[in-house]
């Protein structure tokens, strides 16, 4: 009997339920957005309600464009926005508000008040992560300590803690299964990522009770299995979980130390294997947990771009002048060059490797000529300066440059985009026949964890290119172009 995956990608801005074969070709797929809110500037929350009505549409509608039967799903592998911060009921599973999303700068405040207390060097040490807002130990903290009652129903053992990996899978499992995995645990502040578990020093310093965490566990393994779902039987193994850009990594077959990928989604994240040393960043990344497969860990460097995606959905939605976001690449192409325009999409703050919470987004060198199409091509440089900035820490910390760089994610299918990173970066970049790898990803991780795939040559196996991009720009121009983004840069970073 043919054995099935299905994969669960919760996204940001929706969710997608794909089906693989044996053979990890994508049989079928549907994708259910889900509302934004924005309850002040800064702030942004998702309704857990909305999230998992998104993901229980998209199952039914996938298997159908497969047909494929749930019950021959071999395995369940999910992938998640990373960060994304929730606080359930232990008893009946409700949310005590709304998830504070990975994008919220609500705790920046809190994040200077830490490190102007000296706690900074503490939380990279133990966590290889920055203090900033983007992570999820400060919005826990922030739900404990606003709402009414919160942290003493914590101390009560009373709720639980989750990013949404684990809220997909103690919904799978009918409340049953209240677990992580490494690579998700690893962006909350919290945990210590050489010793592979949660940090109790880390937890007194935001309050954190131990009882409100959940079991932290490896990328590749069954955790249980489903329970009481409308579309899906009961006893389908749940057996891998990544954060989407650790999916990535694995969906991207980075396997051996030194090689990467960026994913371009509603933010953009370039991520080096870096083995088995979890390798320090004296350039402004992060250093983190890839994956953890057999009790083995493998690690890596991050750096974080989050505003990506978004920014061309910022074109549509606010500036109006695109209708969709497939039509920015069009539009960019009606010129040359952006003639010296230059987008800084800091919205949301800049992420790597400056970690500016307080940045704007800043549109600099405009003239009376200025147009739209200006305005698109400079938006998608933008985010390709964003990942060359990235890319030369990276280089600075490893040790080595970057050969190579596969890519995947939405926006990976704009060719202009992906043409101009190849010049900024002066390497040739593959992108995949299926761009969906965070996807792929968690699929592969679960099918590992029941034996569809033997090993990790076995999944490399099934990795097709679908074209690669060579760099084919000067030195002056390149060097020309990255010195008008560093003086934007700079601006955008003194508006705060």
């Known amino acids: 009997m043919a054995r099935f995956l299905l994969a669960i990608d919760q996204g940001t801005t929706g969710s997608t339920a794909l089906v693989l074969s044996e053979q990890a070709e994508v049989i079928g797929r549907a994708t259910r957005e889900f509302p934004q809110h924005f309850p002040e500037p800064g702030l942004v929350e998702h309704e857990v309600s909305e999230i998992w009505a998104s993901v229980l549409d998209s199952i039914p509608e996938a298997l159908r464009a497969a047909s494929v039967k749930a019950a021959d799903c071999a395995a369940i592998g999910i992938t998640n926005q990373r960060e994304t911060t929730v606080v359930w009921e232990r008893a009946g599973g409700k949310p005590i508000h709304r998830a504070i999303v ?29 203090l900033d807002p983007y992570f999820s130990g400060t919005k826990l903290e922030w739900l404990l300590d606003h709402v009414p009652g919160a942290r003493a129903r914590a101390d009560r053992g009373e709720l639980c ?113 870096t083995g088995a040393e979890a390798m320090r960043s004296t350039n402004g990344l992060l250093t983190t947990v890839a994956w953890k497969i057999g009790g083995q860990t493998t690690y890596a460097l991050e750096g974080s771009a989050f505003v990506a995606g978004s920014a061309v959905q910022w074109l549509r939605d606010q500036l109006g002048i695109i209708r969709s976001a497939s039509e920015v690449e069009a539009l960019a192409r009606k010129v040359d060059s952006s003639q010296g325009v230059v987008f800084v999409p800091a919205l949301t703050g800049l992420g790597a490797p400056h970690w500016d919470p307080n940045a704007r987004g800043l549109i600099y060198g405009l003239t009376r000529g200025s147009s739209a199409a200006h305005i698109a091509r400079a ?118």
Request: aromatic share 6%.
């Open 379 to 496: 938006t998608l440089e933008g985010i390709a300066f964003q990942i060359a900035e990235l890319a030369q820490a990276m280089a600075a910390d490893a040790g080595r440059p970057l050969r190579r760089l596969r890519v995947d994610g939405g926006a990976a299918n704009n060719a202009l985009l992906m043409q101009f990173q190849a010049d900024l970066l002066d390497v040739e970049i593959d992108r995949p026949s299926c761009v969906e790898t965070t996807a792929l990803g968690a699929a592969y991780l679960a099918g590992l964890a029941v034996g569809v795939f033997r090993n990790t040559d076995a999944v490399a196996k099934v990795h097709h290119v679908e074209r690669s991009f060579a760099p084919a720009m000067s030195t002056a121009d390149r060097e020309q172009h990255s010195k008008r983004w560093r003086d934007a840069v700079r601006r955008a970073r003194s508006q705060a």
């Open 102 to 130: 990975w994008q919220d700068r609500r705790t920046a405040a809190r994040c200077a008040e830490l490190a102007a207390a000296g706690l900074e060097p503490l939380f990279r040490e133990r966590t290889g992560l920055v």
């Open 161 to 273: 803690f989750g990013t949404i990996d684990c809220v997909i899978a103690n919904k799978l499992s009918a409340g049953a299964l209240h677990k992580t995995d490494a690579s998700n645990a690893s962006r909350t502040l919290l945990y210590d990522i050489r010793r592979g578990q949660w940090d109790p020093e880390l937890l007194a310093k935001l309050r954190v009770p131990a009882s409100v965490l959940p079991e932290v566990c490896g990328n590749s393994e069954v955790y249980g299995h489903t329970r009481g779902l409308s579309v899906l039987p009961d006893g389908i193994p749940i057996a891998g979980m990544a954060g989407d850009q650790q999916a990535a990594l694995f969906g991207q077959t980075c396997f051996a130390v030194g090689e990467a990928k960026c994913t371009y989604g509603t933010g953009a994240f370039l991520l080096m294997n």
